[in-house]
């Protein structure tokens, strides 16, 4: 495949939330050094490949202004081989860019946003943790990112919160709605060790009502023209990730940044988290080579998340194996329990198997 990915990870908030466990902080200190660091990266990294999709993430890419942010797509746009019609997505959340920031990022060649709203209801915002911004503030970044020029909005959701309700999540789904984004991606809260909401001990709905909120964003996404393209996400037709796409379907990319990963040729690298050896230039270490056990055991876990599943035709190429003949007895119980399709092309999970998703999965690859 002679093509690859960019992640550009910026690790700064305007506060840290309290669920989040990704390498991330409000101390802006080393801002500029960080982002000269990158740039003479990006700008030392060489390869052929065209660039498919660029995605910067974070932490808070617009907290960091867009002018900075400007300056690292140039970088990107200038030394490396980018497709017409690359995806360049930077995530945001509300109150950390006004409409003239989101006219100079859309200007500089940001084409797709993807904005935190997480919830409409400012109790269950509150028990996230997230302090720096308000329900409104959400749709002043939507109204904004609109009239910038974004053609292309994705709106973050999570379900499982603390005091959430099947009501409360109801209405954050008509707001979502009615902001009208061309993706959605639904997230189930998962509290991390170390974070200070697992520190908190919350409540949390129990396993049976997040189910039930599962299905029911699948159900009323559904029935807004949202189609389920993978687990955690939705899409209006033609709207669906590419960049999130390439880390499902196995494809390379190359990640700049502080705690970033690549993958190129079944080799995984792993810039280190710590922000001195960074902006020291260490090179990312490598942490995995896949063998052919690894990739195949990899290429199945990603697979079954997506809506499509396993190509089979795509699946013997790759591993020189019959699907169906390898993995007959998996096969036969997940599709005789309702949980799975065995099509002539695709083998593919039901909405009742993404429920036991990570059972299913551990089946075919362990």
Request: charged fraction near 25%; charge should be negative.
């Amino acid at each position: 495949m002679n093509d690859t990915a960019i992640y550009v990870h910026i690790p700064y908030c305007k506060s840290k939330c309290g669920y989040c466990d990704f390498c991330s902080s409000p101390d802006v200190s080393t801002v500029d050094a960080y982002v000269s660091e990158l740039i003479r990266r990006i700008k030392a990294y060489k390869t052929d490949k065209t660039v498919k999709s660029v995605y910067f993430g974070g932490g808070t890419p617009t907290y960091i202004g867009a002018d900075r942010l400007r300056l690292i797509l140039d970088s990107i746009l200038s030394d490396h081989h980018i497709s017409s019609d690359c995806e360049i997505t930077a995530e945001a959340n509300p109150g950390t860019i006004d409409l003239n920031g989101l006219k100079l990022m859309r200007k500089a060649g940001f084409n797709r946003l993807s904005a935190g709203i997480q919830t409409a209801n400012e109790k269950e915002l509150k028990a996230l943790g997230r302090i720096s911004h308000t329900v409104s503030d959400g749709t002043a970044l939507v109204k904004n990112a609109r009239e910038a020029g974004f053609d292309n909005v994705n709106l973050d959701l999570m379900y499982g919160i603390p005091g959430q309700t099947k009501k409360s999540l109801d209405s954050s789904l008509d707001f979502v709605l009615d902001l009208n984004p061309e993706h959605i991606s639904a997230y189930a809260l998962k509290l991390e060790e170390g974070t200070p909401l697992y520190r908190q001990k919350p409540v949390l709905p129990d396993d049976d009502t997040t189910a039930d909120m599962y299905a029911q964003i699948n159900a009323k996404l559904k029935a807004n023209g949202y189609n389920r393209y993978e687990i955690s996400n939705f899409a209006k037709p033609g709207r669906q990730s590419r960049h999130n796409l390439r880390y499902w379907q196995g494809g390379d990319y190359i990640g700049f940044g502080l705690a970033a990963a690549s993958l190129t040729e079944n080799v995984r690298y792993l810039q280190s988290p710590d922000m001195k050896e960074f902006l020291s230039g260490k090179a990312p270490d490598t942490v995995e080579t896949l063998d052919a056990a690894g990739a195949e055991a990899e290429y199945i876990m990603l697979h079954l998340r997506l809506s499509s599943g396993v190509d089979k035709d795509e699946y013997r190429e790759k591993f020189k194996f019959d699907f169906d003949k390898k993995f007959e007895k998996q096969i036969k119980t997940y599709t005789d329990g309702g949980f799975a399709v065995n099509a002539d092309k695709n083998f593919y999970l039901t909405d009742t198997g993404i429920f036991v998703s990570n059972t299913i999965i551990s089946d075919f690859i362990y």
